[in-house]
């Protein structure tokens, strides 16, 4: 069955658009299911790529409503998982769906927004981030508070789709800033990352308003030096 991408096209693009980049209220909350099921391959690829460590503690900025963090604390023994949003909503949702993951004191939830993280310097091994590098409003600064918080030779995994897939989609002219491989890779070494690299991975066809698309998940990471 082929995979959809709106709920039953009632939303607008630039409707959709804007809960894409913060989910908001009820509609909100639809956007975050739609997202799990749209963004499944993207988000598990993700945690795949990134590849824990048994013991790792990770940083996920834009979990949404954190659907998968079990999938990605299943990935190695003894993982502890700090998710943060800047949407109070998706934040509500990620407590509800992870409350016993929450009660173990494996997962934390914050509402934060990726300008100013509430982290001391070098207090993750990993961190994870998808489909959020379009809503980044200061890259660079951004880039450099994710290396601040990373510990020396700890890893930032960056999911994203590429400029040339989002140029056709009409959402995309709606607050989303694009960006090649290349703009990624060179985003993380001017920030300060070392040996930046970028793995894809190709995924089942969605439909977009109607149109069928090939997907293509795209993952740069960037290691901190010691
Ligand atoms: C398109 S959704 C992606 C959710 C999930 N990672 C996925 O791929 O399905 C983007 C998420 O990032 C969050 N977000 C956007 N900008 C952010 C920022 N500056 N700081 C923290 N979270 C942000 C949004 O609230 C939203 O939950």
Redesign the pocket.
């Known amino acids: 069955m082929t995979r959809k991408f709106n709920i039953e096209e009632s939303l607008s693009a630039p409707e959709l658009a804007s809960h894409?980049?913060?989910?908001d209220g009820e509609t909100g909350k639809q956007v975050?299911l739609l997202?799990?099921e749209?963004?499944?391959h993207?988000?598990l690829n993700?945690y795949k790529v990134l590849a824990p460590k048994g013991d790792d503690r990770i940083l996920?900025?834009?979990?949404?409503?954190g659907?998968?963090i079990p999938e990605l604390l299943s990935l190695a023994d003894n993982l502890t998982y700090v998710g943060?949003?800047?949407?109070s909503?998706?934040v509500g949702e990620a407590l509800v769906l992870n409350a016993e993951l929450l009660e173990s004191k494996q997962v934390e939830l914050l509402e934060?927004?990726?300008?100013k993280l509430p982290f001391d310097d070098n207090s993750f091994d990993c961190i994870a981030?998808?489909?959020?590098l379009?809503?980044?409003?200061d890259p660079g600064p951004?880039a450099q508070e994710l290396l601040r918080v990373l510990r020396p030779e700890g890893r930032l995994l960056i999911?994203y789709r590429e400029k040339a897939f989002m140029d056709k989609i009409e959402i995309s002219n709606y607050g989303f800033t694009q960006y090649t491989t290349n703009d990624v890779e060179a985003l993380l070494s001017n920030a300060g990352f070392r040996a930046v690299q970028t793995e894809s991975i190709d995924e089942p066809e969605l439909e977009f308003a109607g149109k069928l698309f090939e997907m293509t998940g795209f993952y740069t990471i960037g290691v901190k030096s010691i």
Do not use: R
């Open positions: 894409l980049s913060n989910p975050g997202m799990n749209g963004n499944k993207i988000c993700s996920e900025i834009g979990m949404g409503n659907f998968f943060v949003d800047y949407s909503t998706m934060a927004s990726i300008e981030t998808t489909n959020t379009y809503f980044w409003p951004n999911g």
